[in-house]
């Protein structure tokens, strides 16, 4: 039998996700003690309830669950921006390279010029190669037989979170191979 001492974060996942999505929903420490209770964590007090709250295990579920809201609504957008391409007349295979080149875009607004200019001044040669992807990237998107898009529909979609200008730095020299 589990006891207070034994901290909500050590009950099994299925039993951390109720209790995260009750404290999500605003109920009292009172029905927490009871979903814990339930799952045979007893003596559950405020105080557990509270530790919880502020606990790394709780903070990263809260953190998992806005990434998948964003997916969720990115996805909802992209299915909606994909129906309307068709019910213009587009065919399938071309809306969905209308949605490929929206987030395409939207990757490529995300990264900084500075951490290009600061990774090049290190390694020339990484410059060389951005250029060189990115003309590969324009030639391979050139509309030759595009139909006419929306204008909503060649807006770029969000991207859910930023990286760093030192995350972009790093990802950006191990994808082009340099130290």
């Not at 050590?10 to 029905?31: C, I, K, N, Q, Y």
């Not at 007893?42 to 606990?55: E, L």
């Not at 040669?125 to 204008?151: F, M």
């Amino acid at each position: 039998m589990r006891t207070a001492l034994e901290s909500i974060s050590r009950l099994p996942e299925h039993a951390r996700d109720e209790v995260s999505r009750a404290l999500a929903d605003g109920r009292t420490w009172r029905h927490i003690a009871k979903i814990c209770e339930g799952h045979g964590l007893k003596g559950v007090q405020a105080q557990n309830v509270t530790n919880f709250r502020q606990s790394k295990t709780f903070k990263q579920w809260q953190a998992k669950q806005d990434r998948m809201a964003v997916i969720r609504s990115e996805q909802a957008e992209s299915r909606d921006i994909f129906d309307a391409a068709i019910a213009d007349g587009m065919n399938p295979a071309d809306a969905a390279c209308l949605l490929a080149s929206r987030k395409i875009l939207a990757a490529i607004e995300g990264i900084d010029m500075e951490v290009i200019h600061g990774v090049a001044e290190e390694d020339p040669r990484i410059y060389i190669e951005v250029i060189k992807a990115a003309t590969a990237l324009s030639k391979a998107l050139k509309p030759d037989k595009a139909q006419p898009v929306r204008a909503d529909a060649a807006k770029p979609t969000p991207t859910g979170g930023a990286m760093s200008k030192e995350e972009q730095a790093r990802k950006m020299k191990e994808f082009f191979g340099a130290a």
